[in-house]
Structures are given as structure tokens and as C-alpha cells.
């Protein structure tokens, strides 16, 4: 299993330096760690009384990293889910928020345990999934990363301006989808025929 530290230092990596994307809604980023989050907790970088793009900008690879566990792994209980569910669901925190665990409770849901679909990490959701992936332990971290490619390609679908994240220009697999399927076993990833059939749609 890899240690927190680990996962984060990968999470760094695939989220890269500073970002102001106009179709994201996560506004200014940096990191990953997005402007809201900076505000959220206070985060007046540079002292001038509000937090900024500047501040964004500003923001370090130590301290981005020191946010991502505290407040994406810790905070929301992560650390309470059985090891080969971790790197996913934290990975998908960090991106999409409580929805990461909101989309492991419907799956555990579909298996036929008894979940509050809130996005929190309560006692119920932690026994159950550790049933879970006690049951099916070669299997369970497939079937989260899948569930969560299946919910970008559906965002995506209901978004106009979220499909540069799950389709590239050329029309292969976009960031968001290749994120998912780095938690997915290679032979459950979608070859580029299904992709482009999947986003056909999409025009």
C-alpha cells in the first residue's frame, strides 16, 4: 500500500502548477488546490487582507501538500476506508470533493449495503466498506475507479463546457478519464474505439 505521503506526492504531480481556467468552476488554482479552499481556510498569502489570484499564485508545493492531507485525506476521514480504496477516493476528494465519497457510497449501495449517501465517512460507510472490499477484495478498487469514469462521462454529458476534460481535441481520452483509469486495473480500461463511441454523442 502506498503511504499518504506518496499518494499526495502523485496527486502533485497530475495537478501541476497554477491554472485559471474559465470553464473550470474551481476558478483559480494552483496545485490543485483551488481559490475557494484558499479562502475557506484563510489563506492571505501575500497580507493584504483578502485572498487572491495573487495569493494562488503564491501558494507552494509544501503547503499544497500539507492542505491535500489535512483537509482532503484526514479531515474527511479517508484514512478510515480500507487501504486499496484510499489513493482513489482521495484522489477524487482532492478533484471533486464530497462527491468522492458520495460516489463510494452509491456503489456500495448497488452491493447491497445500508448507506446515508451524504458524502461523509461515518462509522456506517467505513464498516461497509471495509465489507466490501473484504468481499471482493481484487475487485473493489476496479469497481470504484469505474463508477468514477462513468460519473465524469455523465458530467460531462450534462456540461457543454466540462467535455475538454474527458475528451481531448483530437477526440481521445481526456484528463479526467485518464485520471479515473489510473486507478483501474489495464484490463478494464476503455480501448480508444469504446471511448470515441461513448462521446459520439457529444457531436
Known sequence: MLSVEAIVDEILAREGGYANDPDDPGGA??????????????????GDGRVSVSDVKR???????????????????IDWLPAPLQASVFDMQ?????????????LLGRM????????????LTRDAARQAAAAAPEHIADAYGIARRNYYYALA????ASRKYARRRDGG???????????IS????LSEAEHRARVAAWG
Open 112 to 123: 447491497g449495503f445500508s448507506v446515508l449517501v451524504d458524502g461523509a465517512v461515518g462509522p
Open 157 to 160: 454529458d450534462r456540461r457543454l
Open 186 to 189: 489495464p484490463r478494464y480500461h
Open 173 to 183: 481520452k481526456g484528463g479526467w478519464i485518464t485520471r479515473a483509469e489510473v486507478f
Open 94 to 106: 482532492v478533484n471533486a470533493g464530497a462527491h468522492a465519497v458520495r460516489l463510494l457510497q452509491r
Open 29 to 46: 488554482t494552483n496545485h490543485g488546490v483551488t481559490i475557494h479552499t484558499m479562502r475557506r481556510l484563510g489563506l492571505d498569502l501575500d
Open 59 to 77: 501558494l507552494t508545493r509544501r503547503q499544497a501538500r500539507e492542505i491535500f492531507i489535512a483537509e482532503y485525506f484526514l479531515k474527511p476521514r
